[in-house]
């Protein structure tokens, strides 16, 4: 935790030190996922991320709950669900009633085999209060098709409703099909619930596979010894945006070379997944399909920055592709992902023409990038800070890397620390540093200089907000303006276009 | 030739993970006509090695080097093929992994392969040429050896190694290490004392074996700093006399001027131990314009760091090859003391006034060094 370089007289120093809690909760929420890390094993992420929710939870309750409407990444949100009604006694009626709202908006934007997840462990931590089941039913009735989910999650779903008591009356009605189909299964010949009717056929079947989910029909594909890429291609018409692109190449490779290419259209993908996908793929393919995924990239970026597009003026970055951002073998490639997409993004933010990336190893092309070689981050921003074709300092400074600059280690913090003093005393640069990993022995993401705003990232899209976030961090915007910047976020999220009565900070 | 020359290799920023310091080694070019290989053995690392008619020993040998002078270039598909004669290669694409070693020993330390070849098995050359150190014992029967010392010598003589991944720390600090481009050297320090130095002649070799490093035996001080020792400080740089920096260009050169200070810090504080020591060379192989040696430490006893080891050198003496094992204080005194002794011609007396002692010290302190069974039990 840096202590702010500009202290004003208004603010006490506890205002200070919880306005530097609640960012530095906000950056682990953003980043942390509990998963292996390149320097730090999944046990402590997991040690390190659950004494820092407990700490925010019990300090600045209200500003836990808030942090469900900024961009945190879903593994912290579902803890944070779960603290939230685990703790629900220590809360007032109004911090519940705030809380209450933010609970059952941000469950409506998890994935729900999340969602499901959450529930079983509510259920194994014993949470059942009246509360808690109204949330619960709540979601489960904002389901599109509970018969689906009784398919896809059953199990999930069996445990939901046993949990909340869900009545599932026998006769006729939708649930009441849902109801026989988990708690007594094999009683009725037949379901008039199309999916559910499917899975039952599945059983003898081979036909019926087409009209289950992907996951369900996988299980039944290997039960009847279907071929893997017979099985594919009959798929593919009913597999998610994100399925589609996972078995892309397996589908690929059994295409015939002159058949008609039954490919995704990378242009629809979320831009970060796209990063990923772009660098799972070897040289040769990559340089092979270069106008197609470039093309991709560009456009998911385009898509991405929305109204932001052209409006950053001129726009430097520093990308690392350090051997550190390969990441782990749970977080394939990711930081190097996040600072692809970046480099797009940025791309995109920049006025046209005004942008420069620049990577740590020197490489010239984005698409050919690997994680590989030492993080001279300090003569790269030298490099970035260098004035464009046209003369002038860069407007913004971004940097994406992992915080661990070692060749040699902290050049890059003392570079900046020395240009902000002596070259750029007015600050006509703003330097942001965003970080995709989360560093467990630090509680925070790893800070490059006192001086430089960073922030947490998780997918590139978010880089917007997460720089609005940051500015805060730099030290010279006090915490009343980072309260009301939470209200704000809080009051866009819950839907109510009025600030009052949403308030975060007593 | 006394000392070791690594001209041609710059130090650059070190990196550091726990008590761990790595500090990688580059080279501007390669040295040219020289590459090794790895063969990795099966049988978790248990290896017989036939020294001589009859006499063998039972060893960790988790795998071997081929130093190839055929000067075909990298690892091909061919060279791939007959290195892989008797292990693993992991250059060559096509060539098989995980061939059965026949159990048969590894005859010699040093053997000629087919071509233009030659396998060793490395710190075993090293250890060996510490542990032979006057393994025959007194050469002059004065009345004061036991018969087992004329007799056998030193003979059984046993010292202790740890294995790298049993030093704390040290596998997570190589796991994530960041190699650097024409990296073809490492000088590993355990709470700040150097443990081990490694060059290969290649950067594609050094990639391919920076992982075996963890394989490799570590002396009793290492294993012990790494287990006791603190972290140490990564040592940021500091950009001094900031008030004179007016443009972008002055804040350049003074971070080029950061980086350059390592390097000679490096030069003159850290590895002068190991470069400074006049070491007592010992050819094991030639190979046309290289040699493969290896050294002892002259066993000085100032508190610093004594190492022994084996490196290939070039016709100009510069090293293209080398690996050391930094020897314990006891392990030290132990070859100061069979120095001091043979250069006595093994007459306490003499050895004594030698070491500026009384002949009852000297006698303590062999006995304390564990050499007990040299000497009749009246002494």
Redesign the interface.
Known sequence: MNAPETVRASDTFADLVAAEDVLLFVNAAITATGQREFRSAAADQQLSLDFLHTYVRVNYRRVYAASLALDINHHNAALIVRRLLETAGEASPGERRTEGRLIAARLALLPPPRVYRLFGELRRAGVNNRRTRAIVREWLAARPDLGHDAVKYRAGLKRAARHIHLPCPEGSGPLSEVGEFLFRPGRLPRYEHGMLDAWRRAHYEQGALAELPFTVAEGFAAKHGMKREVFLKRAAPRMTRLERLRTQEMRAAVRRPNAPSAEVDLTVMPLTRLALYVLSLGFEQRAERRAELSGALRAAARRATGAHAGSWGRVHAVLDDSFSSSGSGQKRRRPLAVALACHHLLEALAAPGAYRGLWTSGAGDALLVRPWGPTPLGMRVLDALEPGPDGAAPDRLVIVSDGWDNAPAGLAGEVLRVWRRRLDPERRTAVVHVNPVYDAEGFDVRRLAAGVATAGIRDAEDLPALVEIARFAEGRTGPAELYAYLDRRVARFTGEGEREGVGVVA | MNRLELTGLTA?????WGGVRLV?LVREAPVEGLRLHREVYEGLGAGIVELGPRTRYVSYVPHGLVADWSGEGGPGPETGRKSAAYGTQFGGGGAPRGIQLPPVPHHRQAKRRPGDRLRFLPLHLALEGYLSLHFGGPSTAWEEWSRTALRDGLSPRAEDAYLGRSVRGLGDALR??????GQCGVMVYVCDALAAAFVVPHPDDYRLLHASLVEDLYGELVHQHALYGAPVP??????GG??H????GE??A??RV??RA?EEAHDTLFSRELLDTPYAFDKVYRMKSFTLWRFLPPFVRDGGGQHIGETITDHKGQVAYLKTFRLSDPQIRRGHLLRTLSGAGWELDRAAVALGSSREELVRRMRAAGFSALLKGSV
């Open positions: 650059r920023p070190s990196q550091v990688p994530i290490f960041e190699i650097h481009p990564e040592n940021p740089v500091r950009i900031e008030e920096i007016r443009d972008l804040l350049r003074a971070a950061q980086e390592w």
